[in-house]
Nanobody, 123 residues
Framework: QLQASGGGLAQAGGSLRLSCAAS????????MGWFRQAPGKEREFVAA????????YYADSVKGRFTIPRDNAKNTMYLQMSSPKSEDTAVYYC??????????????????WGQGTLVTVSS
């Protein structure tokens, strides 16, 4: 089970950190990802991280502004959002992949999803 938290109102140019806590199984078992869905739009890839954290992947729209650290000892993954923009406003979902196959940015790769947390960026 995945529990996303940390959403809320952020100022453009500020910062916000989202968390995704896993229960029931060690987080280190999964490739992890963040996706988001803005009103009226499809869910899209934001970032992903390998099991050990040695490889990370970002959507072009967030590269250089967001990072996706993970702490396997705490069974928690994060999305550190720096300099958010109004277009980052969306519901953010964390996801876990247990099989390790497919493209990192593909929704179909991921087996488990958190409930989503709303981020609103005001300019």
């Amino acid at each position: 089970q995945l529990q996303a938290s940390g959403g809320g109102l952020a100022q453009a140019g500020g910062s916000l950190r989202l968390s995704c806590a896993a229960s029931g199984r060690a987080l280190s078992s999964y490739v992890m990802g963040w996706f988001r869905q803005a009103p009226g739009k499809e869910r899209e890839f934001v970032a992903a991280i390998s099991r050990t954290g040695g490889n990370v992947y970002y959507a072009d729209s967030v590269k250089g502004r967001f990072t996706i650290p993970r702490d396997n000892a705490k069974n928690t993954m994060y999305l550190q959002m720096s300099s958010p923009k109004s277009e980052d406003t969306a519901v953010y979902y964390c996801a876990a992949d247990q099989d390790g196959g497919g493209n990192y940015d593909s929704l179909g790769r991921y087996d488990y999803w958190g409930q989503g947390t709303l981020v609103t960026v005001s300019s």
